[in-house]
């Protein structure tokens, strides 16, 4: 049991932090939303650069094989800067299904391009009028003449609209499929909006588009076994974001309470403060320590990774929330101006915590398995 | 990073669990599943079969009978002690002036007491609270007055824990008025023998006797009896409440408590007092205070292996006292809920072939007794004082 970084891993997480930090100052974030696409090309390529876009890939796909705890440290870092770019949507999300499920000829015409910044890749899952954060589908995809012809509509395409490639999730008749989609051919419509956290989301259409056979990934009936997967990475992920999120919306609060004067004095004299600022800070504690576990069980067995990964994401939930609403109430006014980062912080807590599955679905999965504690 | 013990620590486990299934007597474990009052008798009867085997004192330094053991070990010892339901020596003995006079002691007070503290051939109690003072403790008032070789104590003690079988108190007393309030406190040992001592006993809401008011007249002290320096028991008394970070949350203790309510809710489920509503919302509520166990203990992980590391003061340490307290009275809580009405009777201890109804009459007094946990020691808010100053700056 040990929790100590390696030298290379903090060598990592300082080396990202730093550089976040010293490019991604909040003015930049903020003319990157407002520019067309809604984040920053140059911002993406410099995470290329560092080579932060192959890191969870093989070497021999061009990547650099890290693991969890690799992931946790970024995600850290890409949370306290509050980056909008496609990292999630593209790395973690589409680059999972890659990982888990595609061929080495599809990885080949891939990932080089996604580990280099310029290939932009979506996971089109979520459907309305659907059980929410359950692998259930009604998109279809029949097989048609050597290929497949998609049918369907998907919500909340994280960076859809500027995905060149889509992984759209489809029944098959033969379980759940993942299939490679060229965003720009015939037969797909993208519509996109702004999440509220600043990432860009869109809904996608598929009018009985037509792809090769070369487009599914593994087999007809391997979607749900490669989602299941990629969605405890991704919720690993999220915790870990979220974490860097409250670490920065907690320091950025406390040095507030320290220079904000009141009454003569300065507020974080005040005992009332003083205490919830501490309650903010134990919730950050858990969160870490919960971002931790869902980082290393990741590799571990099943059972196990499912209910680690379920306790972390419905505690960042919770402690997103606490955080982010405490850090708006002792800011006072100041929280809730647009031109201020603690609430941008606090949108994007919120929009995590209904990403993947919100606290309450997590704990009425946990109750399902019978807790968090497998029985002994 | 790695979540697994080495298989060293297993091994170390496996030991530990065997002595405990063997080592401790079945009435005692009996009496701690169903949270009946230990008596004086089976604190220590069971601590010296922990000290005969050297595990009575195990943070205390090698040369008075500690064992050098890593956090890990400490850790691993603590969750094995609680889940095989085996009950803690005497936290004062133990805990709180074992360490300090192994570290404050003359060697006479050490040739003295170490060894018949370590195997409660002497039963401590602490004369900390003063009535008034509370958590301001520095504000405290009981008198030790030079006179020859003797001090002379006038004033009262107040929360006393089992003062009723105390043969020894440690205690602070003002020596001096005339600097600050922190200085002028020292740090005495006194028979509970000597003349002039009264203690009266203070009922509490979970209907024990644990607290005792204690007070002091006219009642001498040999000057031999000074722990470090006159006027310096400030200092002394801070070294004693630094706690030990290996177990401060008592993870341990909670996950008991947390499979016992598991095992009473199959119970109630399977005999119909539970509606499937109920059932719902109490698998919700169970996974919801799981998720906050499992953090807390990861968390205490972290500073076990921080501490394995070499690793000084951090923040993961500083929320694991006040966050295990709410945790220890949330499970109090969870179960007096499960009992309903059937917990209001409590007298119903050992009820032969019902191996919950114990569980059950204990439910309520538990829950009630529980809550002092997050006063004593330096209440929560206090802790939270302490955070915001020396972690935050604020």
Not at chain 1, 49 to 78: K, R, T, Y
Not at chain 1, 300 to 328: F, H, L, M, P
Not at chain 1, 340 to 365: E, N, Q, S, W
Not at chain 2, 93 to 121: H, S, W, Y
Request: glycine residues 12%; contains cysteine; aromatic residues 6%.
């Amino acid at each position: 049991m040990d929790f100590e970084l390696t030298d290379e891993q903090k060598m990592l997480s300082e080396t990202v932090t730093r550089y976040i930090a010293e490019t991604y100052e909040f003015s930049k974030r903020e003319h990157a939303l407002r520019g067309d696409e809604g984040w920053s090309r140059e911002a993406y390529a410099g995470l290329a650069e560092m080579g932060l876009l192959g890191l969870p890939f093989a070497e021999e796909d061009g990547g650099f094989g890290g693991g969890g705890v690799e992931m946790m440290l970024i995600m850290e870092a890409i949370g306290r800067g509050l980056m909008v770019e496609p990292y999630f949507a593209t790395v973690v999300l589409a680059g999972g299904v890659l990982r888990h499920g595609a061929s080495a000829a599809q990885r080949a015409g891939i990932v080089p391009g996604l580990v280099a910044g310029e290939h932009i890749l979506a996971l089109a899952h979520d459907e309305a009028g659907i059980a929410r954060h359950t692998l259930a589908v009604r998109t279809t995809a029949r097989e048609t003449g050597g290929g497949w012809t998609l049918d369907g509509a998907k919500i909340a395409v994280i960076h859809g609209q500027s995905a060149d490639t889509l992984i759209v999730s489809a029944t098959t008749g033969q379980g759940l499929g993942l299939f490679l989609v060229d965003a720009r051919a015939e037969g797909v419509s993208i519509e996109g909006a702004r999440g509220y956290d600043g990432v860009p989301v869109a809904s996608v259409r598929l009018s009985g588009m037509t792809v090769g056979a070369d487009a599914l990934i593994g087999t007809a009936g391997d979607g749900e076994a490669i989602l299941d997967k990629v969605f405890d990475e991704a919720r690993a992920a999220l915790a870990a974001e979220a974490v860097g999120a409250m670490a920065e919306t907690f320091d950025i609060t406390v040095d507030y309470l320290k220079t904000r004067q009141q009454f003569g004095v300065a507020i974080g004299s005040f005992q009332a403060l003083q205490h919830r600022a501490v309650d903010m800070l134990m919730q950050l504690e858990l969160s870490r320590s919960m971002a931790v576990l869902a980082a290393l069980s990741l590799g571990g067995e099943v059972d196990q990774r499912r209910r680690n990964i379920a306790a972390a994401k419905a505690q960042i939930g919770k402690s997103g929330r606490i955080v982010g609403q405490e850090a708006v109430q002792m800011h006072g006014a100041i929280g809730i101006t647009a031109e201020y980062k603690v609430g941008h912080a606090f949108k994007r807590l919120t929009a995590i915590d209904a990403l993947l599955g919100d606290r309450d679905h997590h704990l009425a999965r946990l109750a399902a398995m019978g807790g968090v504690y497998a029985a002994a | 990073m790695n979540l697994d013990f080495t298989p060293e620590e297993i091994a170390f486990r496996d030991e530990v669990r065997a002595f405990f299934r063997e080592a401790l007597p079945d009435d005692l474990r009996r009496k701690m599943i169903d949270r009946e009052h230990l008596e004086k008798d089976d604190t220590v009867r069971w601590q010296r079969i922990l000290n005969a085997r050297g595990w009575a004192v195990t943070h205390w330094p090698v040369q008075y009978g500690g064992q050098a053991w890593t956090p890990a070990q400490r850790y691993i010892f603590q969750e094995e002690m609680a889940l095989a339901h085996a009950p803690e020596g005497s936290p004062f003995n133990v805990n709180m002036i074992g360490p300090v006079l192994c570290r404050f002691g003359t060697d006479e007070q050490k040739a003295r007491f170490l060894a018949a503290t370590a195997n409660l051939d002497i039963w401590w109690c602490q004369g900390f609270s003063e009535p008034g003072a509370g958590s301001d403790l520095a504000s405290l008032k009981t008198s030790a007055v030079r006179d020859g070789d003797h001090y002379v104590l006038n004033g009262q003690k107040i929360w006393t824990t089992q003062a009723q079988h105390a043969d020894w108190m440690f205690g602070l007393f003002r020596t001096d008025n005339s600097g600050r309030k922190q200085q002028g406190i020292s740090f005495l040992l006194l028979d509970m023998g000597t003349p002039g001592i009264t203690v009266r006993p203070i009922e509490t809401i979970d209907g024990g006797h644990d607290a005792n008011e204690v007070f002091f007249d006219d009642v001498r002290v040999p000057v031999a009896n000074l722990v470090g320096e006159e006027g310096k028991g400030w200092d002394v008394a801070k070294h004693l409440l630094g706690s030990e970070r290996s177990g401060i949350a008592r993870i341990g203790l909670s996950k008991e408590r947390l499979s016992q309510l598991r095992s009473l809710e199959r119970r109630l489920a399977d005999d119909g007092t539970l509606t499937t509503a109920e059932q719902q919302r109490l698998a919700f509520k169970l996974a919801e205070v799981e998720v906050e166990l499992r953090a807390l203990e990861l968390t205490q992980l972290r500073v076990v292996s921080a501490d394995a590391h070499g690793g000084g003061a951090n923040a993961a340490a500083s929320i694991l006292k006040v966050k295990g307290t709410e945790m220890q009275q949330r499970m109090t809580e969870l179960v007096l809920e499960l009992a309903g009405p059937a917990g209001l009777a409590t007298a119903a201890h050992g009820a032969p072939g019902d191996p919950d109804q114990g569980w059950i009459a204990a439910a309520a007094p538990f829950y009630f007794t529980m809550r002092k946990v997050s006063i004593f020691g330096g209440s929560n808010e206090i802790q939270k004082n302490i955070i915001a100053k020396t972690m935050l700056g604020l």
